[in-house]
Every structure is written in structure tokens, then in C-alpha cells.
């Protein structure tokens, strides 16, 4: 039995990145574990480089366990939300961190990862931005997929009378939030069965490993 790790940049428990993540990682039948980046103290990469000598950062923070569960994993599943047409802040910060797997030694070369990102419109650019590091740091990229998502203007309150709402531009002047115009992963039927087939993929991948 393999381990499977999630890092998700999605501060939303419940949300649907987590919902998607984890039924890709059910699917796979190996045992996993979801970890919630937003609840990890995580400082900033400052590009001061020391790490190109040692293969280690200069912080100790929460980053150490991560990178060991990275390591330690036999597959790994990021999953990143779309802010403002790219990945989320709180994914691109970890993978800024990275940096010490790189120098000389790609330590991150050949781990098997899932690449999941979601957004209201634009999940494809939180894709791109994800699917680039993963090919830097050579990794392999199993497999990915994109979601839908939810406009900040469903629930702050102003949506159907904001000059600038999304939800009035994606749904109509007229349109009412009572109508529920929120996207659930679990009732979109399609992209739960692309999830599953990607938990397979993964498992058929560390077959062939083994
Ligand atoms: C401040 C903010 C900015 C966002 N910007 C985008 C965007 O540029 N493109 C997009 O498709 N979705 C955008 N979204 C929607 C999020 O990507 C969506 O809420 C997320 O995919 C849902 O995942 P979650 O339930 O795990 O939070 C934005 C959401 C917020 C709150």
C-alpha cells in the first residue's frame, strides 16, 4: 500500500477543492493524507540562495515536515484555487519553497504527482502556473484536473447589486442569488468521474513503479 500526499492551497474546508482532492485520492485505494496549507506557518522564500549548498532552506518552519512529506510520498496531489487569473498566493508560496529540492540534486525529479485546480472561469491559469513547477523540478505529471468554482460576490453580501459583480456578469442583470449559483463538486457528475479515473491513474502509475 502506497502513501499519497495532498498539499491544497485551498483555504475553504469542505470547499471544492478538498472535495475533489480527496475523492481523487480515494480512488486511487492507496492511503492518503490531505494537508491544509493555510494552517501551516510557511515564510517566504527571500531568494537568498543559501540552499544551493546545503539542499536545505535557512527557515525552520513548517516548511521542514512538508518537504519530508514530499519526499516520504510515494505520489502527491497539489491542488490549487484560482485568484485573480493564477494560482492562489498560499500554493505559490509553498512552491516557492521548494527550492532546496532543486540545486544540483533535483531531488524532486520523477515524483508522481496530480495536478488539481479550480475556478469560477479561469482554473486552467492556476493549472498552468502549477503544471510549470511541476515540469521545473521534474516531476511527472500523472495526470490533472480542473474544476469549477464560486465567485467571492455569491456570499459578500452585495452580488446582485455591485456594479462590478461577477455574478451579475456571468448570470444576468436580473439574475437572483437565490437561484443558487453555487458550483458543488459532488453534483457535477462529469468531473467526479474525471477525479476517479485520475485516483486510478495514480494507482496504476506506482503499480508500474513497484
Ligand atoms: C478573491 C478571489 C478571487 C478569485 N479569482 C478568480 C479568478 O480569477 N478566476 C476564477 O476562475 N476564479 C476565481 N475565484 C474563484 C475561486 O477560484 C473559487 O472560489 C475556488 O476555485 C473554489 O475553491 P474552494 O471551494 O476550495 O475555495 C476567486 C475567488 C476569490 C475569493
Do not use: W
Not at 535557512?58 to 487569473?85: S, Y
Not at 498560499?90 to 516557492?96: G, L, V
Not at 490533472?144 to 455569491?154: H, V
Amino acid at each position: 500500500m502506497g502513501k499519497i500526499i495532498g498539499f491544497s492551497g485551498s483555504p475553504t474546508k469542505g470547499g471544492v477543492m478538498e472535495s475533489a482532492m480527496i475523492k481523487v485520492m480515494e480512488s486511487s485505494g492507496h492511503d492518503y493524507e490531505l494537508i491544509r496549507l493555510s494552517k501551516k506557518q510557511i515564510k517566504f522564500c527571500t531568494g537568498c540562495v543559501a540552499c544551493a549548498s546545503t539542499n536545505q532552506c535557512v527557515f525552520r518552519d513548517d516548511m521542514d515536515e512538508l518537504l519530508k512529506k514530499f519526499m516520504d510520498a510515494d505520489a502527491v496531489v497539489f491542488g490549487g484555487i484560482t485568484r485573480h487569473n493564477g494560482v492562489n498566493a498560499i500554493m505559490k508560496n509553498f512552491m516557492e519553497r521548494f527550492s532546496p529540492l532543486f540545486h544540483r540534486k533535483m531531488l524532486s525529479k520523477g515524483k508522481p504527482v496530480a495536478i488539481l485546480s479550480s475556478g469560477l472561469a479561469t482554473a486552467h491559469e492556476a493549472y498552468r502556473d502549477m503544471a510549470e513547477f511541476v515540469q521545473n523540478f521534474r516531476m511527472e505529471e500523472v495526470g490533472s484536473l480542473e474544476t469549477g468554482g464560486n465567485a467571492s460576490c455569491y456570499k459578500c453580501g452585495f452580488g446582485e447589486t455591485c456594479a462590478y459583480s461577477a455574478f451579475l456578469a456571468i448570470n444576468g442583470k436580473d439574475a437572483k442569488l437565490s437561484d443558487d449559483p453555487y458550483y458543488y463538486f459532488d453534483r457535477d457528475s462529469e468531473c467526479v468521474q474525471k477525479a476517479e479515473d485520475l485516483g486510478k491513474s495514480i494507482a496504476k502509475r506506482l503499480k508500474e513503479k513497484n
